[in-house]
């Protein structure tokens, strides 16, 4: 080994230890408030808010929990299982119809020609734009018999014009070369969306299906405005069942928190790897 | 974004032919509910905003002109909303955007472990912003016992006293701009490792062979390798950052945050309607923040055309 | 492409017009009807504390138990969203029974979302209503709503440290502090006490909320200010009274402790609360002998306190008008108002039970909550002799609050007083203006 090799041996040594040393002190800062919500569920309310305290393993017991489960656990306030049920059904259910409609839209909008086509794509990136808050009460005015349901909850968010950009995007970028040996196989248009494009475009179905599920998750405004019977609730509506009344216990606060992001951060750690490098490959070309 | 394939010189029948019915096809379930559930309801609301209307009222809505958009033109408290919105997408958009550029030149290291560190930095992504808001309303809470509070009074050796971080006027549109950060940065980061993944090793070879130091490759390699991706995270930060609502209203109703120095459009749009019961009010400020955001996403688009034609 | 511009538009005219029909039909009031007294009866109320859910889903169970001919169907929605989801429930989705927080009564009321109730509850059940109860359910001489219990604010204060500090305190309504005097207690408490403070707000609640208007809108009543007057904002909420009361109030933050954790006062963080009766069994409990319950500052025209709380009413379009009531009065019998108030600490809203209750009569350790009770009235029509005054019983009343308690949060962060109070004002004026004065 030279002289010359061993040196840069030894400093990209350094440097990797100095990368560590920079990301996890970096890291440490970044996951604080998450570790402090896992931590202040397993504590007193009264130590919740204790300063740096608040970060000591100590004093930790379940009764946050026990009281959690125990508020939501009658007929007349709905059951923790039940909202946790819900939750899930319009979650899966947004993303799996959202999928299918939004993907089909943007290969469309990307890959073949019609009339009208440019004018519709417009309008579906002005559309972008419109937030959720604008078009709330106005929906609520038109899905006012559909009150108290599953689907009402799920419906208004299937087509989503954020996922068709998304997709459009990406069918844009794919080579054109493959389709079209497909379809001089005979195949149609629909056919070659089906076993051409959906195949290779499977890291930006899996980008906006995590997108969709974590937005859908976190619903607040349109459930507190369709759902009063507590059999359709989801779960997020229940946090204010504890961070709404007054005085807060803290304690019981984190401890619904950190029920409500269980399912996600399950989802997520099975899936870390894919979900990071899903996202990554799925990167828009702009 | 490159325009789609030029449209059908056909054009003299009203009806598509076969050629095109696939295609059709294939749109109409997408766009019948964006016109069904956003264009219409958004129309519903351009229409609304020209009356006095209250939500489930007895009475009819009656049409009032332009008075809900002169009386917005005229609100110090509304132009106050539209100057904070500004103000946190013009920190949020390039501070959010550096920070995930960096972190994700930070992860895109061949280390071990580096998918751990990559999984980290994008957990909060996860959390609601409900939740979000919560939790840090404690981190900001303005007595001793507040994270933030004990973490100053520490590093100072008990120097600093408890602030009001999000009472004060002048530090409460900062931390509301904080924690936005937090929740969202990793998912821009992602986007940007893409990026930063696809521009080829040998680039950065060359670049060394030239002698061009580390801020100089970043400079002529990284940036024009990333330059697509950059502007569509800024372009999705944009809109994302306009978006501002659910944990300003969350911390200005339960959180103590000071309501003039933090209220956003949006904020302004659902308390008209919810505790006031003012439907015009409310409709005009989403159609007014429309308006807005659209001039700005056009202006936004003009200028990365002329750039890249440039 | 002209057909289908067409039809884009005859699309966005039918659900225009389909809009404008839902409002219109989703009202139309006094749709109620009695029904032959049997059958499922729905009831809403706010999920609040755990002892009072546990109180009302028990009186719901003994009521479905004790007859056959009724059952009550409970929904309880969260007390953060519970004002909200009636607000946003078209009145023909509104339960039988439903559970309204009392100054938003008149606004359901102008949105035909309730029906009056006095043809449905027994006339027993209205005679043995407090006078402070049926002001509270009666718009326009009609009564739409009763409550099993009022409310209770003052003054809750940690007597041993008063003296300890050479303060003394009143004993009496007619002896509240002065605003000065309250001010320089402040003063010398903060000084005496570690943590630099005296007073606890209960800024945990959050000032924005209905908490502030309920808690110190009577100062500005005290001071010979008000919210409103004849439909005017102008002039009262903002008049020279209000801003006087509202820079006092400013002037005493500083003494103020965040009370993050609400124990400021068991903790000896301050020597004075600003009080509910909700507050009074857990601070009994710490502090014993040593707890003083005082009358809120006078800020001139005689301490003045505020009153009112949950109430139930019925939907407008119920066709279980006599089931109902039925149950409205089995709510309201001694059994479940004591029950009830045991649960949340609260003034009974019932004569007989009032006159059992061992708290708040004569002799009692709440007697002044019970004396200021007994000398109410309504925003309206303030007289000397009254200490506790009602939110203003009108629609706009969703206004008034919304623009107060948000002029209070700013002013307790160091805004300039009157342009806040006119702010809040103009704001109020505005609305009362477009909407014909809610009238």
């Not at chain 3, 808690?215 to 209000?242: C, M, R, T, W």
């Not at chain 3, 407008?316 to 029950?339: C, I, P, R, W």
């Amino acid at each position: 080994m030279t002289n010359a090799q061993s040196q840069r041996a030894r400093s990209r040594r350094w440097r990797a230890a100095r990368s560590y040393l920079v990301l996890t002190v970096l890291a440490a800062a970044y996951v604080a408030p998450a570790y402090y919500l896992v931590i202040g569920s397993f504590k007193p309310a009264a130590d919740v808010l204790s300063g740096l305290g608040g970060f000591a393993p100590q004093h930790l017991n379940l009764d946050n929990y026990r009281s959690v489960f125990d508020s939501l656990a009658s007929d007349s306030t709905g059951y923790f299982w039940q909202f946790m049920t819900n939750s899930i059904l319009i979650s899966l259910a947004v993303v799996v119809v959202g999928l299918v409609v939004n993907s089909m839209a943007a290969y469309s909008f990307a890959r073949l020609s019609w009339r009208g086509r440019d004018k519709s794509f417009l309008l579906v990136v002005a559309l972008v734009i419109v937030p959720f808050e604008a078009v709330a009460i106005p929906l609520l005015f038109m899905l006012n018999d559909m009150r108290n349901s599953l689907l009402v909850q799920a419906l208004p968010f299937f087509a989503n014009a954020f996922s068709v950009y998304l997709f459009y995007t990406f069918f844009l970028g794919l080579s054109k070369d493959i389709e079209e040996a497909a379809r001089l196989d005979g195949l149609g248009s629909f056919g070659t969306f089906v076993r051409i494009a959906v195949p290779s475009a499977k890291p930006v179905f899996a980008t906006v299906a995590i997108l969709t599920f974590m937005t859908t998750w976190g619903q607040y405004l349109w459930p507190s405005l369709v759902v009063s019977n507590p059999r359709y609730r989801p779960l997020p509506l229940e946090l204010s069942v504890f961070s709404g009344q007054m005085p807060v216990d803290w304690g019981e606060v984190l401890a619904f928190g950190t029920l409500l992001i269980l399912p996600v951060l399950i989802f997520f750690v099975a899936f870390q790897r894919f979900f990071v490098q899903s996202l990554a490959s799925s990167a828009v070309k702009g | 974004m490159s325009n789609p394939t030029a449209e059908s010189p056909r054009r003299r029948s009203l009806r598509w032919n076969r050629r095109e019915l696939p295609g059709v096809a294939m749109a109409t379930p997408g766009i019948i509910g964006l016109l069904v559930f956003v264009a219409i309801p958004f129309l519903v609301a351009i229409f609304l905003s020209f009356h006095n209307a209250q939500l489930n009222s007895p009475r009819a809505p009656n049409y009032i002109g332009i008075t809900q958009y002169t009386r917005l033109f005229a609100d110090a408290q509304f132009w106050r909303a539209l100057g904070n919105n500004l103000t946190f997408a013009a920190v949020v958009i390039p501070v959010q955007t550096a920070i995930a550029l960096g972190l994700a030149m930070l992860v895109n290291q061949r280390l071990r472990g580096i998918s751990v560190f990559r999984a980290l930095f994008f957990l909060p992504v996860i959390f609601p912003m409900a939740l979000v808001a919560v939790i840090w309303r404690l981190i900001l809470a303005r007595s001793e016992g507040g994270l933030l509070n004990s973490l100053v009074h520490f590093v100072t050796f008990g120097q600093v006293g408890p602030q009001d971080w999000l009472g004060n006027s002048a530090t409460a549109l900062p931390s509301i701009i904080l924690l936005s950060i937090w929740q969202g940065v990793g998912f821009q980061m992602i986007i940007l490792l893409a990026g930063l993944q696809e521009i080829p090793q040998e680039r950065y070879e060359a670049a060394q062979l030239d002698r061009a130091n580390r801020w100089q490759q970043f400079l002529y390699v990284t940036l024009p390798g990333i330059r697509n991706t950059l502007i569509f995270v800024v372009l999705l930060t944009s809109i994302l950052a306009f978006r501002v609502y659910d944990q300003v209203y969350i911390l200005i109703t339960s959180g103590g945050a000071n309501r003039t120095a933090t209220q956003t459009v949006l904020y302004q749009a659902t308390t008209s309607v919810f505790d006031q019961n003012n439907l015009g009010r409310a409709s005009a400020i989403t159609v007014v923040f429309f308006a807005i955001v659209l001039g700005i996403t056009v202006i936004q688009r003009r200028l990365v055309r002329q750039e890249s034609e440039a | 492409m002209k057909h289908r511009k067409k039809a884009g538009a005859s699309v966005v005219a039918v659900t225009t017009a389909a809009l404008l029909l839902a409002s219109c039909s989703s009202g139309g009031g006094g749709t109620s009807s009695a029904g032959d007294g049997t059958g499922d009866v729905e009831v809403w109320a706010h999920q609040g504390k755990d002892t009072e859910v546990a109180a009302l889903q028990d009186a719901v169970a003994n009521f479905n138990a004790s007859q056959s001919d009724i059952n009550v169907k409970l929904t309880l929605v969260p007390e953060a969203d519970y004002t909200t989801t009636i607000q946003s429930t078209s009145a023909d989705d509104l339960p039988d029974v439903l559970e309204l927080d009392g100054p938003t009564l008149a606004s359901f009321v102008y949105d035909a979302k309730v029906a009056p109730i006095d043809s449905y509850v027994s006339q027993e059940t209205i005679d043995n209503a407090t006078v402070g109860n049926v002001n509270q359910g009666t718009l326009d001489g009609t009564l739409y709503a009763l409550a099993q219990f009022n409310s209770g604010l003052g003054l809750c204060a940690n007597g041993e440290m008063l003296d300890a500090a050479g303060v003394s305190y009143p004993d009496s309504i007619d002896s509240a502090w002065s605003a000065d005097e309250f001010l320089s207690a402040l003063e010398t408490l903060a000084a005496e006490n570690d943590s630099g403070y005296a007073l606890d707000i209960k800024e945990n609640y959050g000032l924005g909320g209905e908490w502030g208007t309920y808690a110190f809108s009577p100062l500005l009543q005290s001071a010979g200010g008000n919210l409103i007057a004849d439909n005017k904002a102008s002039g009262v909420i903002d008049g020279p009274e209000s801003v006087a009361a509202m820079e006092a109030f400013q002037s005493w933050m500083p003494y103020v402790d965040p009370d993050e954790d609400d124990a400021a006062l068991v903790e000896g963080r301050v020597a004075i609360s600003w009080c509910g009766h909700w507050l009074y069994p857990g601070y009994s409990e710490a502090l014993g002998d040593d707890l003083v319950i005082l009358p809120l500052p006078d800020m001139g025209d005689g301490t003045k306190s505020g009153a009112g709380s949950w109430t139930w009413g019925m939907g407008s379009t119920t066709k279980q008008g006599a089931a109902a009531g039925a149950f409205l009065d089995y709510l309201l019998n001694d059994e479940n108002v004591k029950a009830m108030t045991t649960a949340n600490g609260a003034p009974p809203a019932t004569e007989s039970a009032l006159a059992a209750d061992t708290l708040y009569s004569s002799g009692g350790p709440l007697e002044l909550w019970g004396q200021q009770l007994g000398a109410g009235c309504n925003a309206d029509s303030i007289t000397d002799d009254c200490v506790t005054v009602l939110r203003p019983l009108t629609a706009g009343y969703p206004v008034i609050t919304s623009e107060f308690a948000s002029a209070l949060a700013a002013i307790a962060t160091g805004d300039d007083v009157q342009s806040a109070l006119t702010g809040a004002a103009t704001a109020i004026d505005q609305s009362f203006a477009d909407n014909n004065d809610y009238e």
